[in-house]
C-alpha cells in the first residue's frame, strides 16, 4: 500500500509542479492574448486568463469554482483507499486528478484567475492542469471499469 500511494503522491507533485511552471513560464514570455502559432491553423500557444471552469462557463464565478474543487479534492481523497487498490494506472489517474486540479486552485487562490494557453483550434484554450485532470480521470474509469466485483469475503464475483 505505501508504494501505491507513494507513486500517487509523486505523481501529483510531478502534475502540479509541472502544470505551475508552464502557467508561469508563458505569463512571463507571452502578453495576455499573443498566439503563437504551433501548427498554423490547427494548434497555437495562446496566453489567456479565465475566470470560469473548463470551456469558460462560469465566468466570474472563482470562489464558487475555488469550494467546488476542495470538494472534488477531499472526495477524491475519500475514495483514495479503494482506488490505490485498482493498481498502477489507477495510481497514477489518481496523481493526475489531484495534481490537476490542485494546480488549477493554486491559480485561483493565488491570481484569482487560471492561466489558459493550449489552444486547439475549435476547442476552448486550456492547461496542463485540465489534461492532467481529463486522463487522470479516464485511467480511474478505465481502472474501475477492469477491475471485478468482489463478494463479502473478497472472493471474485
Given at each position: 500500500m505505501k508504494k501505491s500511494i507513494a507513486l500517487a503522491v509523486l505523481t501529483g507533485m510531478a502534475a502540479f509542479v509541472l502544470d505551475y511552471a508552464s502557467k508561469r513560464?508563458?505569463?512571463?514570455?507571452?502578453?495576455?492574448?499573443?498566439?503563437?502559432?504551433i501548427w498554423p491553423g490547427i494548434f497555437d500557444i495562446t496566453h489567456t486568463q479565465n475566470t470560469g471552469a473548463a470551456f469558460g462557463i462560469l465566468q466570474g464565478h472563482g470562489s464558487f469554482l475555488v469550494w467546488v474543487t476542495v470538494a472534488v479534492v477531499i472526495l477524491t481523497l475519500g475514495f483514495s483507499r479503494g482506488l490505490l487498490a485498482l493498481g498502477p494506472a489507477a495510481q497514477v489517474g489518481l496523481g493526475l486528478v489531484l495534481g490537476g486540479a490542485v494546480g488549477n486552485l493554486w491559480d485561483r487562490l493565488h491570481r484569482g484567475s487560471v492561466t489558459d494557453f493550449l489552444h486547439?483550434?475549435?476547442?476552448?484554450?486550456?492547461?496542463?492542469a485540465d489534461t492532467f485532470v481529463v486522463v487522470g480521470g479516464a485511467l480511474l474509469l478505465l481502472s474501475l471499469s477492469r477491475s471485478q466485483p468482489r463478494g463479502k469475503e473478497g472472493e471474485k464475483l
Open positions: 513560464w508563458i505569463e512571463a514570455a507571452l502578453p495576455l492574448h499573443d498566439s503563437i502559432p486547439i483550434h475549435y476547442w476552448p484554450v486550456f492547461n496542463l
